[in-house]
């Protein structure tokens, strides 16, 4: 009879996970590519931002290292202040409310829609992101225009809306490109969730709203985080769509951090001045990123 | 007699299922969507209506049809040479990115590696990393290696900066093929090499065309890198041509315009419509980020 | 061609959990050693570390003479068939089977002759074209044991392969796979958690629980002399009833106590040294406990007890009743007319009894050894338990003979082509 006690165990763990070198061929080119222009770059940048390195002239090859001379010039500079808030309008208004709650509330829509309903509109919702944002920040230059579509449709034929409310239309024709993003994401996440507990709720006769509210929204919050931090890290950086509709105008109404970062760097010629702004959008990716890391743990 | 009729049921009994009313939720529901439908319809409609008006303005207006702005683009060599150029420069991503992507995913899914889950997050967030931020060191290094003004080597920039994603995706489509096939492929004697090319790959198949097609639609539109890196003007990319149509006369020819962008946003919106079956797995990310 | 197994010592650890603690095992060659236990006792994990897919956290686990702690799968020379079948979807049915010769860089004309052979072994012969996906469940699963069967290995790994078929194709599978054993003689090592199956096919069983090797027996031993509650418990179908109960010697002989009754263990049961006195779990098989009007001679201890549910069975029916507080279940024969509520007397014979101890569980009877009668041993590690139903040969196991000498019609006796594709 082999009725075992427990008996003491010596000696090493036989079956620590080991590191298989052959892991790391196929990992290298990779590695490789991310380490020249990614890695690289990223502390290269970190150094730059606290230079005087300039595009042309002298300071082009003599720059030096200035500590925080930028950091100072940033807390004294008037657009740069602007241009934060501007950031944080366009990524917490296009981005976080808009973008996100548009795609959730499409999603469930398309979930309740008719098949022909369902097909056309969620494909001409994709097409909107999956066109250049090029031609986006065409067609929406053309849709705000006076004498666009959009002023005919409010009746004032002479009004430029891109003008008038430049920010609230640059924000609107980034959402209009991006929903389909969100809306892709949380029909996945919908798609997954148990039918049952849906069909246990709708049993027991709870209304739509609370259905969503007590069932849907709760099973939801990882993808709904998820989403929170994609949007957000891949708004901060958004450039070519408001680029190509005002370049930054008019004035500097419209002047995010990305943009005022390449005007810096490259029409400015303050490449070290320009860096170093760059690095406060990624601080600024950063502390969103751990917010909505910090929301995922706290939902366990 | 008797026996047929109780194998029927009497008409009078018989339980009818009524039409189903349709309910005026579900009415809303489909109304609104139509709305939302315009809403993302409208601005693209000028795109379409304007390439063939004879003569456009900003507005949405019933075209007085005409082929001579296909024509007119068609027939300079600056759209041509545009569309080989971002032929050439999307390509050449997609194939670097898709390949170093399945590469590197394979061992990050199942092969042990010390703080993978730290590495993952770091893919992540660099995913985000904003190109404003490495747009000047590229520059410099650019500059440095002599790397400005080529397609090619754009074209690297562009892939290491799509890279990160593509592999997160990759990952997620590898974590998707049951474990058990690689076990019984070991068990049968398959070394890793023919695991990976008979067993992983072909199970990947979407997945792959997925992120390819990802990374090429990206690339496709790509616009401040090869702005910045190429500045050659006989390599300039779809995007950056138009850029600089609206900005030299594109308030004189809004027809070639139209043309131009819809010509451009042709190839990427078949190739979504081709594999858009598998886009919407791609998309599962619920609980990526879980602490 | 068959290797014996041997595990010496293993340990597996998953963090903090034990999931195989301190299994000495030996599986001998040409033997078909069943691993069964509920789900979560290690069965599985003690299959995956034989296969290679886990490594043991302590102890040595050797395949003939070679210890494999250290060898990739593939170089084990072992085949697997997976609960979930694991067929590559990508692959018709010819290609699955071909696979792993393949691999193995054996030649194309010598692949497709035994990829034919097996196919029409496994009545699989019409269905070479097909890819997983359309074919049914038994035949997934047939696949599935093509794929080990072609590479004659030295072992066969089973991880429950028969849990996803309906009940009827699994009866039917659990022949066939007895059949195949039977021809190939391959040392098999079969995970289950159906104590059926684990019954109907071991040569030996290992039930497993909590990580711990319970007991390695034959069937038959198993069944008559479980080591402790657990295995009393777990084999056998309705599950024996365990009641407490008191010993007391004296004189050299043992009077148990339960339910209100005394009753004297024959002079030639012998118990464990340690407890001739004190509580005790007494167990008693439903079948050992009959109505009395049915019962036979030997049934000397009678109970009275009130019919609680009659669950006929057909040739027979399960009776619960409830006895001085304690809800027992009995043989009744299939037309007993007793009804719940019912006074009824219940008979079993005090030879039939099991005794545990109450503390550790461990059983404190051990089985009179009679001349004649089969033999208990709860060491030998055999499966030639008895010979007139075998014939000679099991003792001394042939070389297995390949999968072309043998016609489909030994293997399959009909029905496989029966299910609903």
Known sequence: MLRVEATAVRGPRLDRERFQWSSLVT????????????????????????????????????????????????????????????????????????????????????????VPVRLVVGSIVIVAWVLPEITVALVWYAFSQAGGTLSILLGHRDANYLVLVPMLIVSVANLWRNVAFSMLVFSAGLRNLPTEVLEAAEVEGASVWRRYRLVILPLM??????????????????????????????????????????????????????????????????VFSLLFVRAARNQA | MSAVAAGKPAPANRVVVPYRRVSTAALITNIVLVLIGGFFLLPMLWMVFASVDSNPDWAIKLPTLTLANFTDVLGTAGALSAFRSSLILAGTTTVITTVLAVLAAYPLSRRHIPFKRTFMLAILFASGLPVAMLIVPVYQLYVYLGWL?????????????????????????????????????????????????????????????????????????????????????????????????????????????????????????????????????????SGAVRG | ??????????????????????????????????????????????????????????????????????VAPRLRDIAMVFQSYALYPHMNVYDNLAFGMRARGISGATVDSRVKETAEVLGLGQLLKRRPSQLSGGQRQRVALGRALIRQPQVFLMDEPLSNLD??????????????????????????????????????????????????????????????????????????????????????????????????????????????????????????????????????????????????????????????????????????????????ELALDP???????????????????????????????????????????????????????????DLIQGGTHEESA
């Open chain 3, 1 to 70: 061609m068959a290797s014996d197994v041997k595990f010496e010592g293993v340990h597996k650890l998953f963090g903090a959990e034990t999931a195989v603690e301190d299994l000495n095992l030996i599986v001998e060659a040409g033997e078909f050693m069943v691993l069964v236990g509920p789900s979560g006792c290690g069965k599985t994990t003690t299959l995956r570390m034989l296969a290679g897919l886990e490594r043991p956290s302590y102890g040595r686990i050797l395949i003939g003479d070679r210890v494999v702690n250290n």
């Open chain 2, 149 to 285: 003004d080529s397609l090619y080597t754009t074209a690297l920039f562009l892939a290491a900066s799509s890279l990160p994603f593509a592999i997160w995706l990759m990952k997620n489509f590898i974590d998707a093929v049951p474990v058990e096939l690689e076990h019984a492929a070991a068990i049968d004697g398959a070394s890793t090499f023919r695991i990976l090319r008979q067993v992983v790959l072909p199970l990947t198949i979407p997945g792959v065309s997925v992120t390819a097609i990802y990374t090429f639609i990206n690339a496709w539109g790509a616009f401040v890198i090869p702005f910045v890196l190429n500045s050659n003007p006989d390599d300039q990319v779809g995007p950056v041509e138009i850029y600089n149509f609206m900005g030299s006369h594109g308030l004189f020819k809004f027809g070639d315009l139209a043309v131009f962008s819809l010509l451009f946003s042709l190839p990427v919106i078949v190739l979504y419509l081709v594999m858009s079956r598998y886009f919407s797995g791609a998309f599962n990310f």
């Open chain 1, 27 to 114: 990992l290298t080119p990779a590695l490789a590519l991310l380490g020249l222009l990614f890695v690289f770059p990223v502390l290269y940048a970190t150094y730059l931002g606290f230079t005087n390195l300039a595009l042309v002239g002298s300071r082009s090859r003599d720059y030096s290292f200035t500590g925080l001379e930028n950091v100072t010039r940033m807390l004294g500079d008037y657009v740069f202040v602007k241009s934060s808030w501007l950031t944080l309008i366009f990524v917490v208004g296009s981005a976080i409310i808009g973008q996100s709650v548009l795609g959730m509330a499409i999603a469930l829509l398309l979930r309740r829609a008719v």
């Open chain 3, 351 to 409: 030879a039939r009894l099991h005794l545990f101890d109450a503390g550790s569980g461990q059983t404190i009877l051990q089985r009179p050894v009679e001349g004649g009668a089969a033999v208990f041993t709860s060491t030998r590690a055999a499966w030639n338990p008895s010979e007139s139903e075998q014939g000679p040969d099991r003792q001394r196991p042939s070389p297995a003979p390949t999968v072309p000498n043998v016609s489909q019609e």
């Open chain 3, 167 to 344: 009940a009827g194709l699994r009866v039917q599978m659990r022949a066939e796979l007895s059949r195949l054993h039977e021809r190939f003689r391959v040392t098999t090592i079969y995970v289950t958690h159906d104590q059926v199956e684990a019954m109907t096919m071991g040569d030996r069983i290992a039930v497993m629980d909590h990580g711990r090797l319970q007991q390695v027996d034959t069937p038959e031993t198993l069944y008559d002399s479980p080591a402790n509650v657990f295995v009393a418990g777990f084999i056998g179908s309705p599950r024996m009833n365990f009641l407490p109960g008191h010993i007391t010697s004296s004189g050299g002989r043992t009077t148990v106590e339960f339910l209100g009754v005394k009753t004297q263990l024959s002079a030639n049961s012998r118990l464990t040294g340690a407890s001739s006195d004190g509580e005790v779990q007494v167990g008693i098989r439903p079948e050992d406990l009959s109505w009395l009007p049915a019962a036979g001679p030997e049934s000397s201890v009678t109970l009275r007890a009130e019919v609680d549910v009659v669950e006929p069975m057909g040739h027979e029916a399960y009776v619960t009743a409830l006895c001085g507080g304690h809800s027992v279940i009995s043989r009744f024969p299939p037309r007993s007319g007793v009804r719940t509520r019912e006074q009824v």
């Open chain 1, 221 to 286: 919050r990882p993808t709904i985080v998820t989403n929170l931090l994609l949007v957000t890290i891949l708004n901060l950086s958004e450039f070519t769509l408001i680029y190509a509709m005002t370049q930054g105008g008019p004035g500097i109404e419209t002047m995010t951090l990305p943009l005022y970062v390449y005007q810096e760097a490259f029409v400015f010629h303050q490449l070290g001045y320009g860096t170093a702004i760059s690095l406060v959008l990624v601080l600024i990716g950063a």
